[in-house]
């Protein structure tokens, strides 16, 4: 079989491919929402409970979905789930109880939940460190942009036939995106497209330390007694309630306290998100450039992970500003700061654990991740009412500083411990 020139960009790009379409799904219902309640009379009490079944799913479903990828294998790990999940959001259409839909979203939720941890392994695996930073950047894009593709799509399903047709159609492409998986994806070690040379680069670039052999079954509790993670825990922890303010507030803010119209909302309300595309790609060559230069590949990433923490400060502006476009461009600098440091805490997941780990991995700091956001979220809604949203703005622009703080104390490059080994770096 012919070999493909720089396979492994194809490799990101497919899985950047499949994260647009799983953060596709996963915005259908928000997007759907008026026309649903509309039709169904299910209050918004009733639909916050849906909602919060797929959150609560997911914070849950990242560690197990990242260990169930490290034990039965990438190609077919990720196939599963995103057969799970496209079927899942096609059954929303089967529904029309407010019981039904948050079983359906429980069950997506749970399964969309294997979409960072396999980006990250994959990028782990098919790339040199020095480029994975970049490669995570690339295919974590694909979070944004499905949040921008949703509406138009799911908008001209509604209008074209049903909401039920929406997530049939969401649904099924899905399906397709696992077919897909499945029948392009392989590891560098079986992939017929790669070259000789190829594979050569992507080896001799990566940690001989983290590349482990080992019949062992992928432990929890090794992964756990590691500082490295914690490390990563926490700062995720503090950083993602920025991300679910953007993704779940910002719109209500740019109504309530900004007084923007309909027509302006659309104008306005995806520029955080394209910012946030460009923060991901930034992030990989902030880094390499700062690698580049004599830094360590750690240090790199602390560092690049520093500067998005200083950056975000500028969201607590928001709370004092009076000018509506200077608080998107505020608003819209978050974005880009937030997916610039959380890139970076994702991809260290890679850097810092072996191949047989970093999935489970990846998807327990997840969980630390969604958990903190979920917490902010409900503090929100218990207070915005009486205290606004200036402070909640203001806390945003001090978490990420507390994170690099706590990631600069306890990562640690030299070493990787576990109960089963220890691993010194080359």
């Known amino acids: 079989m012919k070999t493909v020139q720089k396979f492994r960009w194809s490799m990101i790009l497919l899985i950047c491919a499949i994260t647009i379409i799983n953060y596709l799904d996963r915005t259908a219902l ?32 990242q560690p197990i979905m990242g260990f169930f990828i490290d034990t039965i294998g990438l190609r077919l790990g990720f196939a599963i789930c995103a ?71 799911i908008t001209w399903c509604i209008l074209f036939q049903s909401w039920q047709f929406a997530f049939v159609v969401s649904g099924s492409l899905a399906l397709i995106a696992a077919l897909a998986w499945f029948t392009f994806y392989r590891d560098p070690k079986d992939s017929k497209m790669l070259s000789a040379e190829e594979r050569a680069y992507i080896e001799a670039g990566q940690e001989k330390y983290l590349d482990i052999d ?62 946030a595309d460009l923060g991901c790609l930034a992030s990989g060559f902030v880094a390499k450039f700062l690698n580049d230069r004599g830094f360590s590949l750690i240090r790199s990433r602390l560092i690049t992970f520093s500067i998005g923490a200083v950056l975000m400060m500028t969201i607590g502006f928001v709370s004092i500003v009076q000018n509506p476009y200077l608080a998107v461009f505020l608003v819209s600098l978050g974005g880009f700061s937030h997916q610039l440091l959380s890139t970076v805490a994702s991809t260290l997941g890679g850097d810092l654990f072996n191949k047989k780990q970093v999935a489970t991995a990846v998807g ?24 606004g949203f200036g402070p909640f703005f203001i806390a945003l622009a001090f978490f990420d500083v507390i994170g690099a703080v706590v990631l600069w104390i306890f990562i640690r490059e030299n070493k990787i411990e576990n109960s089963n080994f220890q691993l010194e770096r080359n």
């Not at 649903?36 to 959150?55: D, P, R």
Request: a positive charge.
């Open 83 to 153: 057969i799970v999940w496209g079927l899942a959001t096609m059954g929303h259409a089967l529904t029309g109880t407010w019981q039904g839909l948050a079983f359906m979203r429980g069950i997506m939720g749970f399964s969309e939940a294997s979409a960072i941890p396999a980006g990250i392994k994959t990028a782990s695996i098919w790339f040199p460190a020095k480029e994975r930073g970049i490669a995570s950047g690339i295919f974590n894009m694909g979070t944004s942009f499905g949040a921008m593709l949703a509406p138009p799509l």
């Open 30 to 61: 928000g997007v759907a929402a008026p026309t649903i309640l509309e039709t169904t009379g299910i209050t918004k009490e009733q639909y916050s409970w849906v909602v919060s079944a797929f959150q609560l799913a997911y914070t849950i479903g």
């Open 214 to 275: 080992t019949k062992e079954k992928v432990s929890v509790s090794s992964i756990l007694s590691q500082r490295n993670f914690w490390g990563i825990g926490i700062a995720r922890f503090l950083a993602d309630p920025a991300w679910g303010t953007i993704n779940f507030w910002v719109p209500i803010f740019f109504v309530e306290t900004l007084h923007f119209s309909l027509k302006e909302i659309a104008m306005f309300v995806w520029l955080p998100f394209l910012m």
């Open 364 to 387: 327990m700091a997840g969980a630390c991740a969604w958990t903190g956001q979920l917490i902010f979220n409900l503090f929100i809604g218990a207070f915005v009412g009486i205290i």
